[in-house]
C-alpha cells in the first residue's frame, strides 16, 4: 500500500474491522410487524414503480408533530 | 501552525465517516461527488479531514492511494491541502472489511463544523454523547409503508 509514511505504525481511530451496512437487519428487527416489514423492505430496497410515492412518505414522516408507538 | 492543530478539543465538531464502495465496472467519475463536496466545505458545512482511495482485489490484499496520488485532481486540490491524514495503516485493514473483492472504494472523514457549537455548548452543560447513530432512509421508508400495509390490513 503506497500510503504515507505517517500514517504506519500510529494507534488506529476505527478501532474494528467494519461491517458492510445491513440496511435490511435493521429494517426488520423485532417490532410490531416483523413480517410486514421485511416484505417493504424487499420493495424499497429496489428500484420500484412508484419513487414519488416514497419520497411523500419520506415527507410525511418528518413533518413535525408525528410521533408513531 | 495551523487552525486545526490549535483548534480546542473542546470545539471540535463530530467526526463522521463514510465508505462508498463502487461494485467493479459501475463506477462512472463525473466530478458531480467532488462539486457536491467543495460545495459543503466552502459553506463551512463541513471539514474534510482524510481521503483514501480503496481498491481490494480478488485475492483480498488491499492498495490504498492518497487523495494526492491522484491525476488531475483539479478543486480538489484545496480539500487536499488541508488534510490531516487521520487514518493509519490499521485503519485502512478495518475499513476495506467492509468491501467486496474486486471493489473500489472512496474513504472520507470529515468534521461536522456545523454541530460543534451545538457539541461545545452541550459538553460545557456537563452533557456527555451516550449514543448516536445514522437511520438509514430505506429503513423508514420500510418502517412507513410497514404502518400503511397494518392500516390497509386491519
Known amino acids: ?69 | 501552525m495551523t487552525d486545526t492543530a490549535t483548534k480546542s478539543i473542546n470545539d471540535l465538531g463530530p467526526v463522521d465517516y463514510i465508505v462508498v464502495e463502487f461494485p467493479a465496472g459501475a463506477s462512472n467519475f463525473t466530478g458531480e461527488m467532488a462539486e457536491e463536496l467543495l460545495k459543503l466545505v466552502d459553506a463551512g458545512t463541513i471539514r474534510v479531514i482524510d481521503v483514501l482511495i480503496l481498491t481490494k482485489n480478488d485475492d483480498g490484499s488491499i492498495d490504498a492511494m492518497e487523495l494526492g496520488d491522484v491525476d488531475e485532481l483539479g478543486p480538489m486540490q484545496q480539500v487536499e491541502a488541508e488534510l490531516a491524514e487521520l487514518l493509519a495503516e490499521d485503519d485502512i485493514v478495518n475499513l476495506a472489511a467492509a468491501m467486496d473483492p474486486g471493489s473500489t472504494a472512496g474513504v472520507l472523514i470529515w468534521e461536522n463544523l456545523w454541530a460543534a457549537p451545538f457539541a461545545s455548548a452541550a459538553r460545557r452543560s456537563g452533557g456527555q454523547l451516550i449514543a448516536d447513530g445514522r437511520i438509514p432512509i430505506q429503513a423508514i421508508i420500510a418502517s412507513i409503508e410497514a404502518d400503511e400495509a397494518n392500516i390497509e390490513g386491519d
Open chain 1, 1 to 69: 500500500m503506497p500510503i504515507r509514511p505517517a500514517r504506519v505504525g500510529r494507534v488506529g481511530v476505527i478501532g474494528h474491522p467494519v461491517a458492510k451496512t445491513a440496511v435490511v437487519a435493521a429494517a426488520v428487527s423485532p417490532g410490531r410487524s416483523p413480517v410486514a416489514k421485511a416484505a417493504v423492505v424487499g420493495a424499497a430496497v429496489s428500484p420500484g414503480p412508484s419513487p414519488i410515492a416514497k419520497a411523500a412518505v419520506i415527507g410525511a414522516v418528518v413533518t413535525p408533530g408525528r410521533r408513531r408507538f
